[in-house]
Structures are given as C-alpha cells and as structure tokens.
C-alpha cells in the first residue's frame, strides 16, 4: 500500500508523461478546486443570511405569548397577570391587541395592522431601539403611534407634525341599518412620532398604546387579545411554558418563540437543504472529470503497469495505486478549495465588495459546520468514484 500510494504521487507530480493525460489530471484538480469554492462561498452566503434574517425577527416574538383559545380577548386577564408576576422565570410581559385597520391621508389610504401595546413592551421586545426617525411614544397620549417605513413612503405621513394628522378607521361589530359613516367604522386621528424599519413579518405595521386599539374596538381598559413574555433564560421556555400552562388551564394557548417562527424555520431549514442537493450535484457531475483522468491514466501507463507487475505488483496493487491518484485529486481539489472559498468569503466579510443592493453588502458567515459538508460532500463522491473506476477498467490492466 505504501509503494501504490508512492508511486501515484509520482504519476500526479512529475512532470514526464503525456502532456495531455497532465492536462486532463490537472484539469480535474481545479475543477474540484473550483466546485469546493463555489459551494462554500455560497453556503457562507446562505449562513450570513440566515443569521441576518435570525436578527431581523430576533425581537419579533417574545420568548413566550398566550392567547385565548375560543375567541380573541383573553379571559381572566386579572388572574394570568398575577400569576406572572408570581413567576421568577418571568422578568417582564405586556399585553398586545392586533387587529386590521383603514390608515388615510389626505387622497391616499392603505390597509394596515394595527398592535397596540403598554408601556411594558419595549422590555420585551426593544423596538425602541430600531427607531431611525423619530421617536418610539411617550405614551401620554393614546394616538401616538410609530409607523413601518414602507407604509410611511407610500402614504408620504407627516412625522412629528403637530398640525396634521393621519386616520384610522376600524370597522364596528353590530347589525341593523346603517344611517352614517359612524355606524360602520370607529374612527381616530393618529400623530406619527417615529418610523421604523419594516420586515416580511412587520410589513404594513402601526405601534401605538394599547388604549388607542382599545376606544377603536370599544374594548374595557383591562382587556387584550395576548400577553407577551420576556423570560429570564429564553432556554427555559419550555419548562415555564408547561408550569403556566398547569396553573392558568386549558383555556389559554401558550407559544415559545420557535412555535411562532415555525414557519420561517421550515423556509429556512427547505431553502438549506435545497442547496446543499445542488450543490451536491455540481460536485457530482465535477467528479466525473476525475473518472476521466483516472481512466486516461490506466491508458497511458501500461508499459510501467508491465514494469510494476514484473517488479511484484499484483492487480490490488495496480488498482490502489489508480486509486491514491484519485484521492490525491480530491484532497488537492478539496484544500485548495476550502482556502480559496475561505479567502474570498473572509474578504467580502472584511470589505463587503459584492453587494446585494446598493447599501447592503452579501452578509457572509464562516462556520465550522460548513467546512465539515463541504468537506463530506466531495470526499464522498471522490473518493467513490476513484474507487468505482480504478476497479472496474479491469481490460486496462495487464495480467501476471
């Protein structure tokens, strides 16, 4: 084994031979080169995304929410407040109404949602600090509300005017004739105080107090459709889950924030496997130029395989030594690969040269994990069609 593994080193580096089984070798190297890259280059991308995308909804979702489980308003608020505040798990919480609402301005109007929250949110969720006009309300008056910047671009809202103001309009519940425009919407003027920056999840959002969802759904001061719960170790989600869950009963659903984001992770976790199949695939169909190569070079070489055989060299022998080339290939393509794709991927993390848009440079992350399944990736079919075509082409060999 050790001689087979010697001598295919020398078939890969000398520089003796037919020029074009060199070629056709080398050829293979670098393509394995260039496939090893590209998938960690593009698997970095897809992990700076996903850690991008895990940062935007970090704070979307509290570590844990209850709501009703026969209709929208929680009951009982009194007594799930106090068993919160019971709670040592529990460092803060706040209660949330959502709804849908009419927003207008002037000629322009736009179906919106509406969450109207307490005092209390931002110690749940910090949205306070992704103000980038503004500023987040002081909650002094019930109709001082920030808005998504999408929304406030396309309706062009006046911020911090104290002169003009925009509409919400909330369709009332009931029956009988209607009579006047009061019959159908309950109706309220905002002041806008800040923007924010939307999302996929917050697209189309107003924050306001929770008083101002409240006068429009004609609900009593106590009441809420959730309760939001920031958690002292967020890894303890499931275990508070299932003692609140034991003390407040069955009429209440209670979520952990991967419950909420259980979607966005089965996009995420489809989108990765996706990719790792294509990916797996490039590098598939690259591996056949080493099928290639390994067959071109049991062609050329059949003088020296008379000359190995008449040295000791048995068919195994012949057969590893085609092998060790292979394998050569593959751990020359896959080194190479690995520090390439590392350089471009740790200068665009340094530099952000390729962006995806004009102010948004490609995010980049260099994990561990992606070494290992490109690392795993190529070695497998590597080394399996190295083993595949340096057995088979048995008509190659020259018998003893």
Same mark, same amino acid.
């Given at each position: ?22 070629? /056709? ?15 960690? @280059?593009? /698997? ?17 979702? !509290?570590?844990?929410? @209850? ?109 009988? /004739? ?104 490039? /590098? ?20 020296? !395989? ?9 068919? =195994? ?17 896959? =080194? ?6 590392? !350089? @471009? ?56």
């Amino acid at each position: 084994m050790k001689n087979a593994f010697y001598i295919a080193s020398r078939y890969l580096i000398s520089r003796k031979g037919s020029t074009a089984v060199t070629f /056709i070798t080398w050829l293979a190297a670098f393509a394995m080169v260039a496939a090893v890259a590209a998938m960690f @280059i593009i /698997i970095s991308v897809f992990s700076g995304l996903e850690e991008l995308n895990k940062d935007m909804i970090a704070n979307l979702h !509290a570590d844990l929410t @209850i709501r009703s489980k026969t209709g929208k308003v929680l009951p009982e608020i009194d007594k799930i407040i106090e068993t919160l505040k019971k709670n040592k798990e529990v460092v803060s919480f706040s209660k949330v109404i959502e709804e849908k609402v009419y927003l207008g301005y002037k000629d322009n109007g736009e179906i919106a949602y509406l969450r109207g929250v307490d005092s209390s949110y931002i110690q749940v969720n910090p949205i306070n600090e992704t103000i980038f006009y503004g500023k987040y309300p002081d909650f002094k008056y019930s109709n001082e509300v920030i808005l998504e910047n999408g929304l406030d671009n396309r309706l062009s809202l006046p911020v911090n005017s104290s002169q003009d103001f925009a509409t919400v309009l909330m369709p009332k519940p009931g029956k009988g /004739i209607i009579q006047q425009e009061s019959d159908i919407f309950s109706k309220k003027d905002i002041y806008v105080s800040g923007i924010f920056p939307g999302n996929d999840q917050l697209d189309n959002y107003i924050i306001g107090p929770i008083e101002l969802a409240q006068e429009l759904l004609g609900l009593p001061k106590s009441a809420c459709y959730q309760v939001v719960i920031k958690l002292r170790e967020s890894k303890n989600s499931e275990m508070v889950k299932a003692d609140l869950t034991k003390k407040l009963g069955n009429q209440l659903i209670i979520t952990t924030k991967s419950e909420e984001n259980a979607a966005f992770w089965k996009m995420i976790n489809t989108e990765k496997l996706m990719i790792y199949l294509i990916f797996g695939l490039v /590098i598939f169909i690259t591996t056949f130029n080493l099928a290639g190569a390994i067959t071109i070079l049991q062609l050329d070489k059949k003088e020296q !395989a008379k000359a190995l055989i008449a040295l000791g060299f048995d068919k =195994i022998d012949l057969r590893l030594t085609y092998f060790f080339t292979g394998v050569l290939i593959v751990f020359f393509g896959l =080194i190479c690969g690995l520090v390439l794709g590392s !350089a @471009i991927s740790y200068l665009q993390i340094r530099t952000g040269f390729f962006k995806a848009s004009e102010n948004l440079a490609f995010p980049v992350k260099i994990e561990g994990f992606n070494y290992f399944i490109v690392s795993a990736i190529a070695l497998f079919f590597g080394l399996a069609i190295s083993f595949l075509f340096s057995k088979v082409n048995k008509r190659y060999l020259v018998e003893k």
